[in-house]
């Protein structure tokens, strides 16, 4: 499995952003995907995660009710759509596949990641 984060950029504060991750290889059903983040000097921190039906979905409590994560199973893509960005925001974005069965917000539990993007908010 090979995934490809693309979508960063530099953003006014307020701005929206949209993330892809296209995914090749075999991403079984029992997959779930996420979207991780590193803000500079900062630990890897978790953002949002969809399992593959799309009807379970946690968000970290940080960017609830502002970010938002999808998947189109077809086109074998996730997506995280950022509106009102906060200069907090500010990290490289990583999409994960967790490779195993079940639900995790822990990055140590997925197997597969995509090399990241850079999203950078100004205030």
């Known amino acids: 499995v090979q995934l490809q984060a693309s979508g960063g950029g530099l953003v006014q504060a307020g701005d929206s952003l949209r993330l892809s991750c296209a995914a090749s290889?075999?991403?079984?059903?029992?997959?779930?995907m996420a979207w991780f983040r590193r803000a500079p000097g900062k630990e890897r921190e978790f953002v949002a995660l969809?399992?593959?039906?799309?009807?379970?979905?946690v968000y970290a409590a940080s960017v609830k009710g502002r970010f938002t994560i999808s998947r189109d199973n077809a086109k074998n893509t996730v997506s995280l759509t950022m509106n009102s960005l906060k200069p907090e925001d500010t990290a490289v974005y990583y999409c994960?596949?967790?490779?195993?069965?079940?639900?995790?917000?822990?990055?140590?539990?997925?197997?597969?990641w995509g090399q990241g993007t850079l999203v950078t908010v100004s205030s």
């Open positions: 969809i399992n593959w039906s799309g009807g379970n979905i």
């Open positions: 994960a596949a967790k490779g195993t069965v079940g639900s995790s917000t822990d990055g140590a539990t997925y197997k597969y």
């Open positions: 290889g075999h991403i079984s059903s029992t997959y779930y």
